[in-house]
Each structure stands twice: as C-alpha cells, then as structure tokens.
C-alpha cells in the first residue's frame, strides 16, 4: 500500500521543507494551503524532483468545513495518510483588546481547533493499520509566558503540546506516535505575514535559523518517534532556560533575546 504524507500549510517556510524531506525519503505528498496556485508550482517540482506522487487541495482552514474537505478529498482518492503534518498558522500582531473576537476565533480554528480535527479524522484509518505518525508544529513560545502582542499564540501552542501528549498516551499502545515540535525564530513568510517582521529583524542573528534545519531535525524526530522535538541545540538551552528561570530572571532575557514582544505590556499596566 502506498503511504502518503498530508502538510498543511505547505506552500512555504517549515511545511514546504517537510514535505521535500518526506518526498525525499520516499513519502508520497497531499499538499493544503490556500494559494493553490502556488500549491501547483510545488506539487509539479516534487513529482519532478523526487520521483513521487503529490497531489494537492485548497483550502483555508480558518473555515469549519476546511478538515472534512481535506479527508474527503483523501478518502475520495483513496490516499493512505500515513502521516500527518500540522504545520499551518500564523500569529496576530496586535494586544488582546485591540483584536476582534472574529480574528480571534478564525486564529483559534486554524491553529488549533483545525489540528484536533484532522487527527480526529485520520486517527481511526491509522489506528486499523496500526502505524501513524503525527506531527504538530507547535514553537518554544509554549514554555515561555504569553506576550503583550501575539497574546493567544504562547498559550494555544502549549495546549498543541498537552493534546500531543494526549495522543501519545492513548494511542502509542497501538502504533501511533505524536511529535509536537518547538522550533525558534524561524527564516520563513511568517514574520511578514504575521505582521512582525520589525520585531523579527531586531532578533539576534544566532537565533535566527533556517527552515531546512528546522524541518530536518522535525522529521527525524517524528520518525524516531519522540514525543518533543526543539530544533537545534540553541533552542533546547532556551527552552531549559525558560522552563527554570524565575520570571525576573525571563525578563531581562527578553529584552536581548526577542525585543518588542513584551515591550508593550509596561505601557499596558
């Protein structure tokens, strides 16, 4: 039976990475964003390139019905996920009050009502044939306390992270393995399109790090089956760091470390 890999949003950054790395490896591809014609470049470059399938659907997954199009479209073409990537997100620049209930729902539904929905959908096909890998792209934000902008994204990727261990805790017994991966400060249209990119820019360079490692460092832990990966021993350090020290201590790493985050809470209070 073939085995394929579903990516959401893959028509950059991260989850394109992944899905060349899957191709690579021998992984047909089910690409999902909503640039379709984007989507299309891609899929015909890794058929290409790597000598597989890959098909592709649009959709935004900000929208309720976005998961059950994208496992109809699987089962409709009889494509066996054997793994599943939730990669897709984005971040709101703006504090709490100032951002609509709407953008905060579509944000919520994206980055995590979605991922629940789609591993609710494809858990049961992978549980059959006892064999599943899911891997959720979560960030090192879950270990740190919220900030004053982008205030939902810490604490929406800490519950990816305990949903993960869910996962692992109920179904690892029967061949399935979630990984939720905690990179850093990442090289893709995230920053830009998160509408952050000034915040991005006055990061250290040393933190700054690419997709490609990223991604690489994701598959391979999802493969091994861990149930955390954090790319890169620079972000492993961090996220020890964040995990023990006190606040007063956090603060003033912050300040170097991810400026702008936080600066807007002093003007706040």
Do not use: W
């Given at each position: ?7 959401t949003?893959s028509?950059s950054g991260?989850g394109?990475?992944?899905?060349k ?8 591809i ?6 379709k014609?984007?989507l299309q ?11 597989v ?7 935004d ?8 199009q ?11 996920v054997?793994?599943l990537v939730?990669?897709a997100?984005?971040?709101?620049p ?19 009502i979605?991922?629940?929905?789609l591993t ?11 064999k599943?890998r899911?891997m ?17 994204y ?9 949903f993960?261990?869910?996962?692992n805790?109920?179904y690892n017994?029967?061949?399935?393995t979630?990984?939720?991966?905690c ?11 998160s ?8 990061v ?5 790090k ?13 493969l091994?089956?861990?149930s ?7 972000y ?10 006190p606040l ?22």
């Amino acid at each position: 039976m073939e085995k394929f890999a579903l990516i959401t949003g893959s028509s950059s950054g991260i989850g394109l990475e992944i899905a060349k790395i899957l191709a690579s490896k021998g992984y047909n591809i089910i690409l999902t964003a909503r640039r379709k014609e984007r989507l299309q470049e891609i899929s015909k470059k890794i058929i290409l390139d790597y000598k597989v399938k890959c098909d592709l659907i649009s959709c935004d997954l900000s929208e309720k019905s976005a998961p059950n199009q994208i496992y109809d479209f699987c089962v409709k073409n009889n494509y066996n996920v054997e793994m599943l990537v939730n990669n897709a997100g984005y971040a709101i620049p703006s504090t709490f009050t100032e951002t609509s209930m709407e953008d905060e729902e579509n944000f919520l539904r994206v980055l995590g009502i979605s991922v629940i929905a789609l591993t609710k959908l494809f858990l049961p096909s992978m549980i059959e044939r006892k064999k599943g890998r899911i891997m959720i792209i979560s960030s090192v934000a879950a270990f740190a306390p919220p900030s004053s902008i982008q205030s939902l994204y810490g604490p929406i990727k800490t519950f990816m992270n305990r949903f993960s261990d869910s996962i692992n805790s109920n179904y690892n017994r029967k061949g399935i393995t979630s990984t939720a991966v905690c990179p850093g400060f990442t090289h893709t249209e995230f920053h830009i399109s998160s509408g952050v990119k000034k915040e991005f820019d006055r990061v250290p360079v040393f933190l700054k790090k690419t997709a490609l490692r990223v991604a690489t460092e994701a598959v391979e832990d999802t493969l091994k089956g861990k149930s955390i990966s954090i790319p890169t021993k620079t972000y492993k350090v961090f996220a020890f760091i964040l995990k023990v020290a006190p606040l007063t201590i956090f603060s003033l790493l912050v300040k170097v470390l991810a400026p702008g985050r936080y600066d807007k809470k002093k003007q706040l209070n």
